[in-house]
C-alpha cells in the first residue's frame, strides 16, 4: 500500500526553486523519509533521505515538518535536466513503495 | 564500479516461455531487489534478498522465482510467460546495514514484451 501523497504534476521555470510536496500522515516514528527521481526510462536514482530533521546534500534539500506527517523536496535551481518523476517514499523496513510520484515539468 | 548491471536489456517471449533476467552488482551491498514498472506507475517490489541464501517476497511475486546463491547476482526466473508480465524490470541494491542507509541503486532496466 501506497504510505505517501502526492501532486501528480509540476511546472517550474528554468534557474527558479522547485519545491515538491509529499503527505505521510501515516509515518511511523522510526520510518525514514526517501525521496528518488526517475528520468525517462531509466533506472530510479536516489536523491536525499531524512528522518525528522532537515537534511541538504548537493542535489536538493529535504524539510520535514515537525509532526513528521509531511514533507518537501527543494531542488534549489531547477535545470532542464531536472525534468523527470519525483517519487517519495516511506521506509517500512525491507520494503519500499512507489507510489505515481509527481510528474515535474522544467519550463525554459 | 559498474555498479548494478542487467541483461537483456530488451526480449520478447511467446506466452508459455520462460526466461531468466539476469542481475549483478559489484558494490557488494547486502540487499538486493527486483521491481516491475507498468506504464504510467510506479515500481512495484516483487522480491528482495538480504543476502546470499535468503529471499523473500515483495507486493506482486506470483509469476516470478528468485535465488541468490552469491553476493553479487539475484537472477528473476519467469515460469510460464503471460501478457500481464509485460513490463519493465529494474533490479536494485543497497548496503542496508542499518535503517538510515536503505539507499538503493538501481540498474538500466529490462523492457519485456510477452505476446
Known amino acids: 500500500d501506497a504510505k505517501t501523497t502526492q501532486p501528480p504534476s509540476m511546472d517550474c521555470a528554468e534557474g527558479r526553486a522547485a519545491n515538491l510536496p509529499c503527505n505521510h500522515s501515516?509515518?511511523?516514528?522510526?520510518?525514514?523519509v526517501y525521496w528518488y527521481r526517475q528520468i525517462h526510462s531509466q533506472g530510479p536514482q536516489y536523491i536525499i533521505h531524512?528522518?525528522?530533521n532537515n537534511e541538504t546534500n548537493e542535489m536538493a534539500s529535504l524539510i520535514i515538518t515537525e509532526d513528521r506527517k509531511s514533507s518537501t523536496l527543494i531542488l534549489p535551481h531547477a535545470t532542464l535536466r531536472d525534468t523527470a518523476v519525483y517519487y517519495c517514499?516511506?521506509?517500512?523496513?525491507?520494503?519500499?513503495?512507489f507510489g505515481t510520484g509527481t510528474s515535474l515539468t522544467v519550463i525554459p | 564500479n559498474a555498479g548494478v548491471t542487467q541483461t537483456p536489456k530488451f526480449r520478447i517471449l511467446k506466452i508459455g516461455q520462460s526466461m531468466t533476467l539476469q542481475c549483478t552488482q559489484d558494490?557488494?551491498?547486502?540487499?538486493m531487489y527486483w521491481y516491475r514498472q507498468d506504464p504510467g506507475m510506479g515500481l512495484k517490489l516483487i522480491y528482495y534478498?538480504?543476502?546470499?541464501?535468503?529471499?523473500d517476497k515483495g507486493e506482486v511475486p506470483n509469476g516470478y522465482n528468485v535465488s541468490r546463491s552469491t553476493t553479487e547476482d539475484f537472477p528473476l526466473r519467469l515460469e510460464l510467460a503471460a501478457p500481464s508480465q509485460t513490463s519493465v524490470y529494474f533490479c536494485?541494491?543497497?548496503?542496508?546495514?542499518?535503517?538510515?542507509?536503505?539507499?538503493?541503486?538501481f540498474g538500466p532496466g529490462t523492457r519485456l514484451t510477452v505476446t
Open positions: 501515516t509515518i511511523s516514528g522510526n520510518e525514514y
Open positions: 531524512g528522518l525528522k
Open positions: 558494490m557488494n551491498h547486502n540487499y
Open positions: 536494485a541494491s543497497s548496503n542496508a546495514w542499518d535503517r538510515s542507509s536503505y539507499e538503493q541503486y
Open positions: 517514499i516511506v521506509d517500512t523496513g525491507n520494503q519500499f513503495y
Open positions: 534478498s538480504v543476502g546470499a541464501g535468503i529471499t
